[in-house]
């Protein structure tokens, strides 16, 4: 079972890294002449700080889209960690995403796992956590602002996590920044 896991983890892993080093190439000469003066639009990124969501805890994360649009389909992976003493949780969020609106407000759509490992004692003075390692299911329903210029951005969501015992209803907030 940990094997089956640990497989798929790494499957999507090699997946994002290909998505770095993969480029198309044209062989046929470009007949159509480009305008100097219009600059090539790049693949929006962001690096944000999140409280809650598919980490549940603080996690720092990035996200980018597969295309050169501000919308459509894209990644985000981070870490996170959360210590009170007592308790304490690492998590690794990795989601798909799919980005839906205009002018820089969009509705987020998003599904994936989060590697989680938590230590913790049901004597704790914020949260009670119980000891677990492994995966579970993530989601995401949210809105997010992100400029298509680049700049700061906020998301704020819906995410409902599956694990062993049932679902959880969760959400997460966050502000980065968009580059």
């Known amino acids: ?49 999140e409280l809650g969501g ?9 996200d980018s889209r597969f295309g050169h649009r501000v919308d459509k389909w894209g990644y985000r992976v981070g870490t996170g960690y959360y210590n009170t003493g007592s308790n304490s949780v690492f998590s690794v ?17 998003g599904i994936g796992t989060t590697f989680l490992y938590s230590k913790g004692s049901t004597n704790g003075t914020v949260f ?29 969501g819906f995410v409902p996590i599956l694990y062993d015992e049932g679902l959880i209803p969760a959400g997460g907030i966050s502000i980065g920044y968009t580059f």
């Open 128 to 156: 009670q956590f119980d000891n677990v390692t492994g995966f579970i299911g993530t989601a995401t329903i949210g809105y997010r602002y992100q400029q298509e210029s680049g700049g700061i951005n906020f998301r704020i």
């Open 1 to 49: 079972m940990k094997k089956a896991h640990l497989l798929k983890i790494f499957t999507l892993f090699l997946l994002i890294l290909t998505h770095f080093h993969l480029k198309a190439q044209n062989l046929e000469e470009d007949t159509v002449k480009k305008d100097s003066a219009v600059s090539e639009s790049k693949r929006p990124r962001t690096a944000f700080l």
């Open 93 to 109: 969020p990795l989601q798909i995403n799919y980005l839906l609106g205009a002018n820089d407000n969009f509705l987020e759509l």
């Open 54 to 62: 598919p980490g549940l805890a603080l996690t720092f994360n990035y």
